[in-house]
């Protein structure tokens, strides 16, 4: 049976590409699969950075297979690791994440992009929460797009369904930037490039921060900070990335990042 994934190592980039015909829905074999390929990810020092993207032109994704619930897929069923799609309650991912949107992305493939860290778009994607119009809440996206874009455009998504093109979702700074659907997957690799050569250590305490900084205030925060309470920061503060970077600013050549 063929892999509803693609997954292709480029040197410390790792492409996944969703592929279930016709509009790569995920069921929950496919989210376990997924939540598996994206720990391994983590977990290997030799990747430093995921794209997550779809097959084909016209789907990134729909969200939920509702074919495999009409079969008897619940909704609560255990998504695996990293819960649905695999990458929005995987813990401890310390490393950057590019989704490239090559078309229609609603719903948990919205929420699925939403949990990369970039999100390049074609320009011709489109962007939804239709949950709505099946009587059901977008979960994750109740709790993270208010966050993200302002507040009564969030709301207008979830009450109405309401679709974004590509051009409206950068406006609202849902997604970063706008690529000619011939130019996506180049510019995702040469940016997923650009950012393998950067400092793995510095990233780690990037997301990490980020992401303990959600629940906390801004004092207490900075104070786990200063105070090296975050394991990603120590690790930051007493590696030899943190010297190399001091060396190479001052002997004005570029740094050679080894992630110790």
């Known amino acids: 049976m063929e892999s509803p994934i693609h997954i292709e190592r480029r040197e410390a980039v790792l492409e ?3 592929n279930r015909p016709k509009a790569n829905a995920i069921d929950v074999a496919t989210s376990r699969i997924m939540g598996d390929t994206f720990a ?22 729909p969200g939920w297979d509702l074919k495999a619930a009409a079969e008897g ?8 690791v990293g819960g649905f799609g695999g990458l929005q309650e995987l813990p401890d991912l310390n490393k950057p994440v590019i989704a490239a949107v090559n078309g229609i992305c609603c719903g948990g493939g919205l929420e699925l992009a939403m949990s990369a860290d970039i ?24 709790l993270k797009l208010p966050k993200r874009i302002p507040y009564h455009i969030a709301m207008e998504m979830l009450f109405t369904g309401r ?11 849902l997604i970063n930037h706008v ?21 793995p250590l510095v990233f780690a305490a990037i997301k990490e921060v980020a ?7 801004f004092q207490d925060a900075l104070g786990c900070i200063t105070g090296r309470q ?25 740094p050679v990042w080894r992630g110790r």
């Open 40 to 61: 391994a990810f983590r977990d290997d020092p030799d990747l430093r950075v995921a794209i997550i993207t779809g097959a084909g032109e016209r789907f990134f994704c």
């Open 179 to 199: 690529i000619p659907a011939t130019d996506l997957m180049s510019r995702a690799r040469t940016m997923g490039e650009a950012l393998a050569e950067g400092p």
């Open 73 to 80: 897929e619940a909704v609560d069923s255990d998504y695996g």
């Open 119 to 142: 999100i390049l778009a074609a320009d011709h994607a489109t962007f939804a929460f239709p949950e709505i119009s099946s009587g059901t809440i977008a979960d994750a996206a109740t």
């Open 230 to 254: 975050f394991p990603t920061v120590d690790r930051l503060y007493g590696s030899e990335d943190q010297i190399e970077g001091a060396l190479a600013f001052t002997e004005k050549r570029k």
């Open 16 to 18: 996944v590409t969703l």
């Open 163 to 173: 679709w974004l093109d590509a051009a409206e979702a950068h406006r609202w700074g």
């Open 211 to 217: 992401r303990a900084a959600e629940s906390m205030n």
